[in-house]
């Protein structure tokens, strides 16, 4: 907001003032810090632990946290790029496929009797392809990003299922799949967590402390004025895709160890989830907005309702009905403050402007 | 004067040859494909379901919009369907209308929420395609309604023909042509295309936006409902995973049929057309000999192909325009 | 001369406003917007940006509700909440750019909303196109009416808006600035055209840059500056300098308070610059400590020639040389690091990034700089670097992290100077950087400009305002459709000059 300062048309009113004293934010560091969405999903995060914890039995037990991470740890790990994606003003929809085709090319190779670390290894390749693919369709041939992904959805789908037809390969070393569900030593929680939170901060530093990040943003917000300012468009989103397309691949390799099972099936239908715990995390579907400490915090909000309700006996498919209610309330909330604001908004100026000078 | 030129250049002829090439490839390869009569109603029938909802998937798109939550809405409605069967004795063609409303009403909220909320329709639908399930899941539960449950008048429908053309056909059709009537020769029709080519431009215009789009949303709506009442006739079972799914296919369809996902293009001919070489590709795929494993990819790749198609249309439209200008000046 | 209060017409006027004014937020787009247009009458409407000439028109046409003032039509007030009450009520405007719906054809975008039905509802597309070629054939143009209107021309559009306004049978048509971007064959159909409707009886309003159309088109001519209406008078009783006068309303001399420089080497050396149907065979030289004006008519391919340079736009041919080393052609990013910055026209999309901080829009040309090994940013750093450049432009904010969408035109203008100048280009390339904003900031802007030549920057100048560019430029580039067609110092450079290679006739 401007200061009511009159406008200076002479260099002595300037002169006078001497260098200004910018204050590097409006309000005070609290109200920066609780004021905006990430805080109240956190805090929504907070709340539901708390009820859970306090209403449903069993819930405090470590081991709820250790299977709440397990179930959760694909959707958490692939909400990172997609966030990043996401502010650009794009989507990647082929995320749980690109999953899928993982799982399948580590089952193929496995049946050929490839190491694991090498099996692996082409899996990640084979999802950084795909990403690359989707990458290539939407910055090069310039076709928008829904449409894309929704035929790479169909397509690595399919080609995970054609590699692997309806077999199931679960012939995997033991050290590999333990590992997958191990615990860092001395606690109950998970060791992919680790996993998740370097994942987390390396994203959370690309998207908040570089000038990658700045660009990711200037992106989201105004396309236009991201291309004055240097910002290379295309080369970023074609990154974050090929990014998408790797974490998808990691995720599948986790899935598939952790189930001990490679199909070509696995894990459909979870890019809604991911899409879901990154927009209830407070990120704009029309770019340029949101935050990653918000997204973790919304696929986490996602995990403990569900493992809350299966621990109080209600069947686990109810999350969908939350899930959904959650995400539609969030945009429909974001819709209304914001109407709110502008309203106030234009009520003050309008009364500034009626009691106030004239301005020119 | 020029309507043979326009079919032969329309987008729509494009994908109706290959559903055409797709049916004659694999009617050489196995004649009882067509020429039996399981075959021949199984050409007719299976692609139905997703026609049905990919013309009202159409006609959300064309407004710029999407709508998700179709497949949840079949869901309901079939179970809603189901439900009213098992435990009433309320006629059949009343349950139909019944579940018609019912998905309207659904479609409605959605429509209400986008374009009351200004919220955009696909975080929108993405909500409802999970609350909508997520209700039908809490009310089924692990129940499902069996073929026993459906009265046989009503079950016959899945199966009846009518002068050798199978009745459920014979229903999507007439929605399809209503449809494509209604988009093509009324003026509420092409303010469908004014919003989706420029929704800025057709506010100023002084186009009532919101009221299309709710409209577009409870006809999409209506269309899962009525797919969700074939869904009884043809299957006769229902369980809380019904039509789970189909919004992809939906939506698939219409873009293979030339629907543009930013709108103002295309028709449910398309689209419809898009649906029927879909489901024919599913089937045809075993015939030819490629496992049907493969078939989501062949969905896939039709797809991208689909829109690259366009894309290199567009451009090489626009090309030609341009050249045309400079030889006019 | 023109009385400030028009003498009472014989007939009722087709339209009038009396003192309307409008604000939004802090900013007062109009003071006192006073109009009258009769019929069988083109009125011409002149005054500079930001004189409210727009925020005017958007109020006729219903798109903004006036704060306060009268709007009487044929004599009776009338209150439009919306362009469709405006447009059923025979108002129709021809935007600039006209606003089409690309994807369908030209006919449907002609009868959108109103075309002829036979039974059942069904539109009748027989008589539709008849009705379509029946217009054309009347315009005395030649457009297909079955082809899609994605990429018609400007001129094209502009004819399809004004069918549509006379299938409309609107009493009361407004030009904003329709022939800015037309070439001299489509200003002559457009004016045939105008003259047969002004004939018919209806009321015209014509607003324009260029004066030679004023003179050869309207019957009278109304003046606004800084919002608030100045003048009315027949176009017989006066002349451009008359018009100019009250247009600026104050000495040009004031204005432009231009900075004695020691002109220095060459710093930008562009060479045969070439654009396919663009611009082609664009030459020139900007020194150190020059001011070089780049004049010319809206359309002419100025800016075109300007986001080549800067590399945002790829070019067919030619070289661009910043101080002895070659810029490679479509990338800023590599222009940036060679010295080159570009304050854009378009301030709101291309200038900022609207939704963003003051800081945030401060850094972002700067981003890389300031992070520590090319790789971490912080917004402790970004806060410091943007102290400075904000303090330096005096940019009025109460904290960095304000957004900069709610900034008045002026005071965002100084935060895109700011961004560029945190770039320290050696060349600064500015595009209209006065164009919207209010007077004492302008007044600010051109002090900022000529103090960065005294420093020994080298600057571009486009501008569409005579007077800005015969103030503040050492020398003068003419470009009219594609080329530079005269090169003119400063001690010759006139008004006159100007616009007679700008418009390629004799003024």
């Known amino acids: 907001m401007t200061t009511t300062t009159p406008p200076t048309t002479g260099s002595a009113a300037n002169a006078a003032s001497g260098a200004r004293n910018y204050p590097g934010y409006g309000r005070p560091f609290w109200q920066r810090l609780l004021l905006r969405r990430e805080a109240a999903i956190i805090g929504l995060l907070v709340v539901v632990i708390v009820v859970a914890s306090a209403t449903v039995p069993h819930f405090a037990a470590p081991i709820t946290y250790n299977f709440l991470l397990l179930d959760m740890a694909p959707v958490l790990l692939i909400s990172l790029p997609m966030t990043l994606i996401i502010i650009t003003g794009e989507i990647d929809l082929s995320v749980a496929s690109a999953m899928g085709l993982s799982s399948s090319v580590i089952g193929l190779l496995t049946q050929a009797h490839w190491p694991f670390p090498a099996a692996a290894g082409v899996a990640l390749v084979v999802g950084a392809v795909g990403g690359a693919v989707n990458g290539l369709l939407v910055t090069r041939v310039g076709l928008p990003s829904l449409a894309v992904t929704i035929g790479t959805l169909a397509l690595y789908r399919g080609v995970a299922q054609g590699l692997l037809g309806t077999t199931a390969v679960t012939s995997f070393p033991a050290f590999w799949t333990d590992l997958a569900t191990s615990t860092i030593p001395g606690t109950l929680i998970p060791s992919v967590t680790i996993v998740i939170a370097v994942l987390a901060i390396v994203f959370g530093v690309l998207l908040h402390f570089t000038p990658f990040g700045r660009g990711i943003y200037a992106i989201g917000l105004s396309p236009d004025a991201a291309v004055f300012s240097g910002v290379k468009i295309q080369r970023t989103k074609f990154i974050l895709f090929v990014l998408a397309g790797l974490v998808s691949a990691l995720a599948g390799i986790f899935y598939t160890l952790r189930f001990g099972s490679a199909r070509g099936d696995n894990a459909t239908g979870l890019e809604l989830s991911v899409v879901a715990a990154v927009l209830l995390g407070g990120v704009s579907i029309f770019g340029g907005r949101g935050a990653l400490p918000g997204v973790l915090a919304g696929a986490l909000v996602i995990g403990v309702l569900a493992s809350a309700l299966r621990l109080a006996g209600i069947t686990s498919d109810v999350i969908n009905v939350i899930t959904g209610t959650l995400l539609v309330l969030s945009v429909i909330l974001t819709s209304f403050l914001a109407w709110l604001q502008r309203t106030r908004l234009s009520a003050g100026r309008k009364r500034r402007v009626t009691n106030g000078p004239a301005s020119s | 004067m020029n309507s043979l030129k326009r079919l032969t250049r329309a987008r729509e002829t494009g994908i109706l040859l290959a559903f055409l090439l797709v049916v004659i490839a694999t009617t050489v390869k196995n004649p009882s494909f067509v020429f039996s009569q399981d075959g021949f109603r199984d050409l007719l029938v299976t692609p139905m379901l997703v026609l049905l909802i990919a013309v009202g998937e159409a006609m959300v798109i064309i407004t710029r919009n999407v709508d998700l939550s179709v497949g949840s809405v079949i869901g309901l409605t079939a179970y809603t369907a189901g439900t009213l069967f098992k435990y009433t004795d309320i006629p059949w063609l009343l349950v139909a209308l019944i579940a018609i409303a019912g998905g309207a009403a659904l479609g409605a909220v959605n429509g209400l929420l986008i374009s009351i909320a200004k919220v955009p329709s696909l975080v929108i639908t993405l909500g409802t395609l999970y609350a909508f399930r997520g209700i039908n899941v809490l009310w089924t539960g692990s129940n499902r309604i069996n073929s026993t449950d459906i009265p046989n008048d009503f079950q016959m429908i899945g199966t009846a023909q009518l002068l050798y053309i199978p009745v459920i056909t014979i229903i999507a059709a007439v929605v399809l042509i209503a449809a494509a009537w209604y988009l093509r020769n009324t003026r509420g029709g092409r303010e469908f295309y004014a919003i989706g080519s420029d929704p800025d431009a057709a506010n100023l215009y002084g186009l009532k936006v919101g009221r299309r789009v709710l409209l577009a949303f409870i006809v999409s709506g209506a269309l899962a409902g009525l797919a969700g009442v074939l869904y009884v006739a043809r299957y006769g079972t229902v369980d809380s995973q019904a039509g789970s799914g189909f919004e992809l296919q939906a939506v698939g369809a219409a873009v293979i049929g030339g629907v543009a996902i930013f709108g103002g293009i295309g028709s449910v001919w398309g689209a419809a057309i898009g649906a029927m070489l879909l489901l024919t590709i599913n089937r045809a795929l075993p015939v030819l000999g490629i496992q049907d494993f493969w078939q989501q990819a062949v969905v896939g790749a039709l797809i991208i192909a689909a829109i690259v198609l366009d894309r290199i249309l567009a451009l090489r439209q626009a090309r030609r325009l341009t050249v045309m200008e400079d030889s006019q000046a | ?507």
């Open chain 3, 1 to 507: 001369m023109a009385s400030p209060a028009t003498p009472a017409p014989r007939a009722t006027p087709a339209l009038e406003l009396r003192t309307i004014s409008k604000s939004f937020g802090a900013v007062v787009a109009l003071r006192s917007g006073t109009l009258t247009l009769e019929h069988g009458k083109i009125m011409a409407l002149v005054g500079e940006n930001g004189a409210g000439k727009s925020t005017l028109v958007k109020i006729i046409a219903g798109l903004y509700q006036p704060d306060s003032g009268e709007f009487l039509l044929e004599g009776r007030p009338v209150e439009f909440r919306s362009t469709a009450e405006a447009k059923a009520a025979g108002i129709a405007v021809i935007y600039q750019e006209p606003t089409l719906f690309p994807d369908l054809t030209v006919t449907e975008n002609i009868f959108m909303g109103r075309q002829p039905l036979r039974s059942f509802g069904r539109i009748d597309r027989k008589s539709m196109h008849a009705e379509a070629i029946a217009l054309f054939q009347r315009l005395g143009v030649r457009i297909n009416p079955d082809r899609q209107a994605r990429g018609l021309s400007i001129a094209d559009q502009q004819i399809i808006e004004i069918a549509k306004a006379i299938s409309l049978d609107a009493r009361v048509l407004i030009m904003d600035e329709p022939t800015a971007a037309l070439s001299g064959v489509e200003v002559d159909r457009l004016f045939a055209v105008a003259r047969s409707l002004r004939d018919e009886g209806r009321a015209l309003l014509f607003i324009s840059h260029r004066f030679d159309e004023v003179f050869a088109l309207c019957d009278s001519v109304t003046v606004m500056r800084d919002g608030a209406y100045i003048s009315t008078a027949k176009i017989a009783d006066t002349d451009v300098d008359e018009i100019v006068r009250q247009m600026v309303g104050r000495d040009v001399a004031d204005l432009f308070p231009k900075q004695q420089t020691t002109i220095g080497d060459v710093l930008l050396d562009v060479k045969g610059l070439t654009s396919a149907g663009i611009f082609d065979d664009i030459s020139f030289q900007v020194r150190s400590g020059e001011i070089v004006g780049l004049a010319g008519l809206v359309g002419a391919g100025r800016s075109e020639v300007a986001r080549a340079v800067f590399g945002v736009d790829g070019y067919d041919g030619g070289t661009v040389v910043l101080a002895g080393s070659r810029v490679p052609g479509h990338d800023p990013a590599a222009a940036m690091r060679a010295g080159l910055a570009l304050v854009p026209e378009d301030r709101r999309r291309e200038g900022l990034v609207i939704g963003a901080s003051v800081a945030e829009n401060l850094t972002i040309a700067i981003r890389q700089r300031l992070s520590a090994a090319g790789l971490f940013i912080t917004g402790r750093r970004e806060n410091e670097a943007s102290r400075v450049w904000a303090s330096r432009l005096e940019v009025k904010s109460s904290a960095l992290d304000a957004e900069v969408g709610t900034f008045s035109g002026g005071n965002q203008q100084k935060v895109v100077l700011a961004k560029w100048l945190a770039t320290e280009p050696r060349v600064l390339i500015v595009d209209e950087p006065t164009r919207g904003i209010d007077v004492g900031t302008k007044a600010e802007v051109h002090r900022l400009l000529s103090q960065l030549a005294g420093e020994g920057l080298g600057i571009l100048m486009i501008s569409s305002e005579l007077p800005e560019v015969l103030g503040m430029a050492d020398r003068v580039l003419v470009m009219r459709e594609g080329r530079i067609t005269a090169t003119i110092e400063r001690a010759d450079a006139t008004a006159e000059s100007v616009m007679r290679a700008a418009t390629g006739a004799a003024a």
